[in-house]
Nanobody, 121 residues
Framework: QVQLVESGGGSVQAGGSLRLSCAAS?????MAWFRQAPGKEREGVASIVLDDSTKYADSVKGRFTISKDTAKNTLYLQMNNLKPEDTAMYYCAADFLMSRPSLNPAAFATWGQGTQVTVSS
């Protein structure tokens, strides 16, 4: 079974940056970052597939960048110009069937344990 381990979360002030990493035991065709704030539904942030096609949530376009290193089986999320509304638990997800990026959490069966991102104003 695929295992995903996120790291890189932390606390930063608004305008700051963080880089999240997701180490996978096996790299999947489609991988994505999701986030969930207290009392809110899980939402897709960014997704990438093997041919480097990407998809971003409108709220993070121009600020976040998803990338991958398939040689290291690692997914990244570079987050710049962070805002307090970016505060959430961030999760990595993987799927071995999809060939197009997706921000639909129901499409992913494999999840990491999450890493907390807190942005203060």
């Amino acid at each position: 079974q695929v295992q995903l381990v996120e790291s890189g979360g932390g606390s930063v002030q608004a305008g700051g940056s963080l880089r999240l990493s997701c180490a996978a035991s096996i790299y999947a065709y489609c991988m994505a970052w999701f986030r969930q704030a207290p009392g809110k539904e899980r939402e897709g942030v960014a997704s990438i597939v093997l041919d480097d096609s990407t998809k971003y949530a409108d709220s993070v376009k121009g600020r976040f960048t998803i990338s991958k290193d398939t040689a290291k089986n690692t997914l990244y999320l570079q987050m710049n110009n962070l805002k307090p509304e970016d505060t959430a638990m961030y999760y990595c997800a993987a799927d071995f069937l999809m060939s197009r990026p997706s921000l639909n959490p129901a499409a992913f069966a494999t999840w990491g344990q999450g890493t907390q991102v807190t942005v203060s104003s």
